[in-house]
């Protein structure tokens, strides 16, 4: 039965990864659609995972090759599903999909180094830029070139730009910056709606300093910072001069538990900026963690991941509100003033670089599913299960260990829509 139904899965990231190849493996054909140039989502762009500290790259290669092998699995990158109509069994859904502008049979799969335009990295958070004709990262899935039309059209006026698209031919690469957006109706039997989360917005944060002073970054940009393909290699150094990291602040709860942010807890920062924290100890053995939080969250297993990060006595945990950051202009060091929770007194530290462990915010807070009589909490997650289901963090923050096991409940509720159902 389930070989006769068609299930979009809407978000490449883990979680629609593992509802379109657990759909596809039970006979369904199914059909991916991701938004950007490259599958994997938010842990393609980590460095590990906890509690294993394993680099996610492992368990996304294998979903990778599972997606590759099965011909009943189509996947539309740069890709967005427009409109909905129908009910469950019968969907019909629009789905637009706009241009790579680049067609590549150079078989190199590397960003063109000699390109004239540059963009900023958004594979790293804009830490560094990339070439305007790039592959996102080294494993994308698909492993195909994209071009930045808006930057290359810029670079258009430039008088070698002829020159180096004939070079670009010579090299097996087409270029053609007039290709259309096109348009796809499909008619669906489930769907099931994926599309995870975005970094709150650090910039909202007035007082902590992120936007204004360089050696504040976010919990994402820390990931990237100490990934081995990241914008420094992995080295855990100051964005403002390239200083080797000794002494880093995590700052938890930047924005969560906030009723002027995000009013609930993210569930996994703590954990992230434990994780995080081993990073720097094993890039600096000389280097200190020091973790401010308000409570220190670690559920169910993960309990046994904050005991083994926790004996580390150079990462130094204070039950402590940091309301306060700013930078000394000539050293470039950051200061975090709050308060001492435990024995009121006041903290006023310096430190090398400041992390701010932001939570998870939707997309569907942002970007509401295209169809009728989707219900959102007040937060903007999915609670809806009738028709349309929501997988992973659509739902509520969660690990990824949690993202598979809900978003295999997700096929599996897709494998039974039916008509009239
Ligand atoms: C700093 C940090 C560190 C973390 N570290 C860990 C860890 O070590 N271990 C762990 O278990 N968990 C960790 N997590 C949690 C983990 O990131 C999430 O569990 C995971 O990303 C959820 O996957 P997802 O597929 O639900 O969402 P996402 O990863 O957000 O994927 C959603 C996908 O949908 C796409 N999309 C969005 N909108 C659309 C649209 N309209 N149309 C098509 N596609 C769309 C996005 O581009 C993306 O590819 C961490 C979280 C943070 C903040």
Redo the contacts with the bound molecule.
């Keep these: 039965m389930a070989g006769e139904k068609t299930v979009l899965v ?7 990864i593992t509802a379109a190849v657990e759909a596809a493996e039970a006979g369904c054909k199914v059909i991916l ?4 140039p490259y ?5 393609a762009r ?1 460095n ?3 509690p294993k500290l394993c680099p996610p790259t492992c368990g996304l290669e294998i979903n990778f090759k599972r997606i590759k092998r099965n011909p009943d699995i189509t996947v539309y990158t740069l ?3 427009e409109n909905i109509s129908g009910a469950p069994g019968a969907y019909t859904a629009t789905i637009k999909i706009t241009p790579r502008y680049v067609e590549d049979h150079s078989g190199t799969s590397k960003c063109v180094e000699d390109c004239p335009a540059s963009i900023p990295n958004e594979f790293n958070y804009g830490m560094d830029m990339t070439k305007a004709i790039y592959l996102p990262y080294e494993m994308a899935y698909p492993m195909n070139l994209v071009a930045d039309a808006d930057a290359l059209r810029k670079a258009k006026v430039s008088q070698d730009f002829g020159a180096f698209v004939e070079s670009l031919q010579a090299k097996g690469i087409r270029l053609d910056l007039d290709a259309k957006p096109e348009s796809l109706t499909v008619q669906v039997s489930s769907i099931v709606w ?4 975005v ?1 709150y917005d650090a910039t909202k944060l007035d007082t902590l300093g992120f936007g204004k002073y360089p050696n504040v970054i976010t ?2 940009m ?2 990237r910072l100490a990934s081995p393909n990241g914008p420094t290699g992995g080295q855990i150094v100051r964005p403002s001069d390239g200083k080797k990291v000794y002494n880093l602040a995590f700052v938890q709860c930047a924005g969560s538990r906030d009723e002027n942010h995000l009013p609930y807890c ?1 569930s ?2 703590c ?2 900026s434990l ?1 995080q924290a081993t990073y720097l100890r094993d890039y600096n053995p000389d280097a200190e963690a020091h973790i401010f939080y308000i409570d220190l969250r670690a559920y169910g297993r993960f309990e046994y991941f904050f005991d083994r990060v926790r004996n580390d006595d150079k990462i130094r945990l204070t039950k402590g509100k940091i309301v306060n950051i700013y930078e000394d202009p000539v050293t470039r060091d950051v200061i975090v003033e709050g308060e001492d929770i435990l024995s009121g007194s006041r903290i006023r530290s310096t430190f090398d670089m400041v992390v701010l ?4 915010q939707p ?1 569907t807070s942002l ?1 509401k599913v295209p169809a009728q009589g989707i219900q959102y909490d007040d937060y903007g997650f999915v609670i809806s299960d009738t028709g349309i289901h929501a ?4 739902k509520r923050p ?6 598979l096991q809900d978003s295999t409940g997700a096929a599996l509720k897709a494998l039974q829509d039916t008509v009239g159902r």
């Excluded at 659609?33 to 950007?36: N, P, T, Y």
């Excluded at 969660?398 to 993202?403: E, K």
């Design positions: 809407v978000g490449g990231g883990i979680s629609g659609v991701e938004k950007l599958l994997g989502g938010r842990v980590m590990k995972y906890f890709a967005n599903v994926a599309t995870g989360w970094p919990n994402v820390m990931e993210s996994i920062c954990l992230a994780k462990a932001t939570g998870m997309t970007e997988a992973g963090v659509t969660m690990d990824v260990g949690t993202c």
